[in-house]
């Protein structure tokens, strides 16, 4: 649980920004403040659920469970920064399936031989994970292909189209993977019972989850308004800030919360929050994302340009899947998934914008 006090980032960012300090420094404290609000948002939508009940709180869930990576994204997209959104998928697909889910094991495998967890559920979810790696890989090889022998006139469909068309299909499949989780085989996929009454009121809950929302809209304006500014004077490419920095930011409360779980030996919440994470960032937030910029005119598609985009999704699908398909974790297999997180953020640092 991240400290009451650390609230205070939420006004010190915003009288930085007001004040025109050094964009590093707003840039910094402001997405501080976000990671702390997005944690807030988790919590009083746990607390939420605890009064509705568990279909309706597992809903609850999933559905704002991204809202913070959503709204950051959708107020760097709209600055016109595409490239450093595109990053923040990625960011936040390895952030979770790599570094949380590393940390999580790492933490919760100290002093115990091995932590157990459902297979049922984990396989449906690395499994998911994979199929929407191919979703995300396909709209950057049809571009290679079409552009390859043909020109411009004489492609029937555009990467536009195909990643509206792609976007689409993909919420449709976050439908049908709701009623699947949620009400006809809600007894196998319904997880671990959290038990115990609701610490917040109703109304606090519900106070605490839209306020928390609507202050995390402000501070990502601010964010992405300074991003750029603050790369340069850090000598950082936007981009590599946007598949580190912002995406850990708009992932903290998951990568909090799995490590929590996991110190607690509660190794299925702990998986099913960071591989979850992962899905419902490829799966709801990257299409979203794609339909929402069309409608406010700042069109992005699900061409990831960079090859190291497309290597970074698909190493963590399939280290995932490998890691999971066991159904137990030990230390070693934390810290070698941490590795594979580091590794893969040292090539971005390299790399720099494309």
């Known amino acids: 649980m991240i400290p009451f006090a650390l609230l205070g980032l939420v006004p010190i960012a915003l009288g930085l920004d007001w004040l025109a300090a050094g964009p590093v420094w707003v840039f910094l404290t402001?997405?501080?403040a976000v990671a702390v609000l997005a944690d807030w948002v988790r919590r009083g939508t746990e607390q939420l659920a605890m009064h509705v009940g568990p279909s309706i709180g597992g809903l609850l869930n999933v559905s704002f469970g991204s809202m913070s990576e959503l709204i950051l994204a959708l107020f760097v997209l709209l600055s016109g920064q595409v490239?450093?959104?595109?990053a923040q998928i990625t960011g936040s697909i390895i952030a979770t399936s790599l570094l949380g889910l590393g940390l999580a094991a790492l933490a919760g495998g100290i002093g115990r031989e091995r932590q157990r967890f459902s297979r049922a559920h984990a396989g449906l979810l690395s499994t998911l994970l994979v199929l929407l790696t191919v979703a995300m890989v396909l709209p950057a090889v049809f571009e290679i292909t079409e552009r390859a022998g043909h020109s411009e006139t004489e492609i029937a469909v555009t990467s536009e189209e195909l990643s509206l068309a792609v976007s689409v299909v993909l919420l449709v499949l976050y439908a049908a993977n709701l009623l699947y989780t949620l009400v006809t085989h809600r007894d196998v996929f319904g997880g671990e019972d959290r038990g115990?009454?609701?610490?917040?009121s109703l109304a606090l809950s519900l106070g605490v989850m839209?306020?928390?929302?609507?202050?995390?809209?402000?501070?990502?304006?601010?964010?992405?308004?300074?991003l750029s500014d603050a790369a340069g004077q850090l000598g950082l490419s936007p981009v590599f800030l946007g598949v580190i920095l912002l995406a850990v930011v708009g992932t903290a409360a998951d990568l909090f919360a799995a490590v929590a779980f996991a110190r607690q030996d509660r190794m299925d919440i702990a998986l099913g929050i960071c591989i979850g994470s992962a899905v419902q960032v490829a799966l709801?937030?990257?299409?979203?994302?794609?339909?929402l910029s069309w409608a406010l005119g700042s069109p992005m598609t699900l061409v990831f340009h960079s090859p190291l985009d497309l290597l970074a999704v698909t190493a963590a699908a399939i280290t995932v899947r490998a890691v999971a398909a066991d159904g137990e974790t030990t230390w070693f297999e934390g810290l070698l998934l941490v590795g594979v997180y580091a590794m893969l953020g040292l090539a971005f640092f390299f790399i720099g914008p494309a």
């Open 30 to 32: 402001g997405a501080a």
């Open 83 to 86: 490239q450093v959104v595109q």
């Open 196 to 200: 115990g009454k609701p610490a917040w």
């Open 210 to 226: 839209v306020g928390g929302t609507v202050v995390v809209a402000l501070l990502s304006e601010v964010v992405s308004g300074a």
């Open 284 to 291: 709801v937030v990257a299409p979203l994302l794609v339909l």
